[in-house]
């Protein structure tokens, strides 16, 4: 019940803020929240590393995303791609070794803090980009991202509790069965059909194939999240979301399945959608 009830509260908001807010402020609204995930992240992360300099990722993912949602603008009819995908290089090699070194960070920490940073940087900052990219698009992409990402969710928790027989991962996540990921997937895609009718006209295969490849990510992305709270042997990221956990439980799927998303829809273009890159 306690599930049911926060996801009444969140769904509406996220959408408002989808719809009324312009892409600068819903970056900002995103970028708000996964930055409370990368604070319980740091919180799981820290036994680990606990003299390295890990909370510059509450900087340095913010300024990431910007550089990528850059990078993703049409300047003077090119994009400057290549410029970015330097600096990005750059950022996770020279800066974050740098910074590490700078901090005077115990030798036994080292590589643990250059994991941490150097996974941490993209895994939080690539999809605040993509879900700006999406909404400056189309918002109704990114409710389509919301679509395969939630009612995937949702399909597969209700039908593992109900029908899950064969575990799928007992030692990462002891919960989740093939018969509840198999539902999930299904239920995603039915739901990018629906609004590929209601947005398309029509069931797009190539839309379906976007879906498809996102509501596996997703799905691995939720296992991402459980593989670092099972190795830093916690359960939840935290308990701000009742019957969800933290923000970084409730967001974990989301953050595989943006980018993957978006870089699906460059890659199977789909007739009537224009997604610049």
Sequence with gaps: ???????????????????????????????????????????????????????????????????????????????????????????????????????????????????????????????????????????????LLFAVVWLGDTGAYYAGRRLGRHKMAPVVSPNKTWEGAAAGFLVSLAAAAVWSVCRLGRVDLALLGVAAVTAMAAQVGDLMESLIKRGAGVKDSGQLLPGHGGVLDRMDAMLFAAPVMLLALWLLPVEGLTVPR
């Excluded at 769904?11 to 995930?37: C, K, N, S, Y």
């Design 1 to 143: 019940m306690k599930r049911l009830l926060t996801a009444l509260v969140a769904t509406p908001v996220a959408l408002a803020a989808l719809f009324l807010l312009p892409v600068p402020w819903f970056l900002a609204f995103v970028a708000l929240f996964i930055e409370m995930a990368v604070w319980e992240f740091l919180a799981i992360v820290r036994p680990r590393a606990p003299r390295a300099p890990l909370a510059a990722l509450l900087v340095l993912v913010p300024a990431a995303a910007l550089a990528l949602s850059a990078s993703m603008i049409e300047r003077d009819g090119a994009f400057v791609a290549e410029e970015h995908l330097l600096a990005a290089s750059v950022l996770l090699s020279v800066g974050v070794g740098t910074l590490v070194l700078l901090a005077r960070t115990p030798l036994e920490e080292v590589l643990p803090a250059l994991g941490i940073l150097c996974f941490g940087i993209p895994y939080f900052a690539a999809p605040i980009a993509a879900v700006s990219h999406l909404k400056r698009a189309d918002p109704w992409l990114v409710f």
